[in-house]
């Protein structure tokens, strides 16, 4: 249990109070000689360093961090202000200089470089992998990089890892392996991807995760299942010279396989991108790895 240091916290209060006084004070001379050439978002560039706010905190480093973390708040609520952007990494860095432990501002400059300046490489991730250097156990920071990186980046490897490291935290969701079996899939590491999704359904913590996963290992199947029949086409390509106009075609070089799935329909096949598909109606999430196809 912490000691109490009731002088401390009110040499704290007074400090906190005379910085407060004193920017209202400033703020109020500028505006009145300056107007708009001196606009309030460069009242930041005022903002100390880390090393000289843990002298003024007097060793209360946490609530310090508290104060600044709601101004910022404040600080990014003013649309009036068009160039307070520049100025995020300075802030949120300057908060987990005070309070490394401290997981909230992370993933709220996270959010504000993502939906406000659509920035992820050089804005979000930056600051969420400083916060996971500050707390390796923060699975929900990694959680918000690595979707971060699937919404806006559109970079599945970066988001496969990102939801990787978020899944081995003790305590960590069971949705987060599930994330990591969709992302194999969307790089079409197919078999990767079922052993995720069977791991899932092994160990689902609900009838709805469970059967989602079994959705899942059952759409999986159908597309291993068409890409080998896809390679088979390639393979006919390879020996006669020209694609097939029909898959039955593929029994002339010794395809042993069923061109039709279990449940008895065709596969899709397009002779003119020698493409192999399952059937739509055979798929259960009909969008998913069918993003980018093209018929």
Known sequence: MRRKHPTRARVLLAVLGLTFALQVAWNYRTERRFGEAFPTVYSVLYLPRGTLLDLISVGFRQALADVVYLWSIQFYGSYENPLRYQYIHKIYTLIAELDPLYRDPYRLAGLICVYEERRLY??????????????????????????????????????????????????????????KARLKGEL????????????????????????????????????????????????????????????????????????????????????????????????????????????
Not at 201 to 227: C, K, M, N, Y
Not at 266 to 275: Q, S, T
Not at 283 to 293: C, G, Q, S
């Open 122 to 179: 050089d804005c979000a991730l930056p600051i969420l992998d400083l916060g996971l250097q500050n707390n390796p156990d923060a699975w929900e920071i990694a959680v918000d990089a690595g979707y971060y990186s699937w919404y806006l980046g559109r970079d599945s490897e970066r988001a496969y890892h990102y939801f990787d490291v978020a899944s081995r935290v003790p305590g960590a969701p069971p949705w987060t392996i599930s994330w």
């Open 188 to 295: 079409g590491r197919l078999e990767d991807a079922l052993a995720l999704w069977r791991s899932v359904a092994e160990t689902a913590p609900d009838s709805f995760t469970g059967r989602v996963a079994r959705s899942h290992i059952h759409d999986l199947q159908l597309w291993i299942q068409a890409r080998e029949i896809q390679r088979w086409v390639e393979r006919f390509y390879a020996l006669r010279g020209y694609i097939p106009s029909d898959l039955r075609e593929l029994r002339a070089i010794g395809y042993p396989g069923p061109l039709t799935d279990p449940e008895g329909r065709p596969f899709r096949y397009n002779p003119a991108m020698a493409r192999v598909e399952p059937h739509p109606d055979s798929l259960i999430f009909k969008t998913h790895l069918l993003r980018e196809r093209v018929w």
